[in-house]
C-alpha cells in the first residue's frame, strides 16, 4: 500500500519557524515531482512549493517565496519543507503529494499529483 506520512506541524507564533517532513513509503518516488499544498479553513486547496525528481530545481507560491523551502532525499524517499517567518495567513492543513511522473510543466496543478498525504495541521498564533 503506497503512502504518504506528514509530520511536524503543530502551533507557532508568528515569526516563528516549522519543519515538515513527508515519507513515503509502499513505492519510491525518486522519479517523481514532490508538492505541498494546503488548504485553510473555508479555502481551496492551493500549491505552495514542488521540487523535481532530482532535487535540482523548486517552485514556489508568491505568498511563501524566500521564507519556506522544499529539499527532498531520494535515498530515504522523504521531502522535508522548512518553513520560517510564519505569519497567521500560513495557517492551514499541510499536505504532500507524489507527481504522476517527472513531469514539471504542470507541477502547480493539483490534478497532476495522484497520491496525497492526510495532512498535517500549522497553526500560526498572533
Known amino acids: 500500500q503506497v503512502q504518504l506520512v506528514e509530520s511536524g506541524g503543530g502551533l507557532v507564533q508568528v515569526g516563528g519557524s516549522l519543519r515538515l517532513s513527508c515519507t513515503a513509503s509502499?513505492?519510491?518516488?525518486?522519479?517523481?515531482?514532490m508538492g505541498w499544498f494546503r488548504q485553510a479553513q473555508g479555502k481551496e486547496r492551493e500549491f505552495v512549493a514542488a521540487?523535481?525528481?532530482?532535487?535540482?530545481?523548486?517552485d514556489y507560491a508568491d505568498s511563501v517565496k524566500g521564507r519556506f523551502a522544499i529539499s527532498r532525499d531520494n535515498a530515504k524517499n522523504t521531502v522535508d519543507f522548512q518553513m520560517n517567518s510564519l505569519k497567521p495567513e500560513d495557517t492551514a492543513v499541510y499536505y504532500c503529494?507524489?507527481?504522476?511522473?517527472?513531469?514539471?510543466?504542470?507541477?502547480?496543478?493539483?490534478?497532476?499529483?495522484?497520491?496525497w498525504g492526510q495532512g498535517t495541521q500549522v497553526t500560526v498564533s498572533s
Open positions: 503529494a507524489a507527481g504522476r511522473n517527472s513531469g514539471w510543466y504542470a507541477r502547480r496543478a493539483l490534478t497532476f499529483y495522484n497520491y
Open positions: 509502499g513505492r519510491t518516488f525518486s522519479s517523481n515531482t
Open positions: 521540487i523535481k525528481w532530482s532535487g535540482d530545481d523548486t
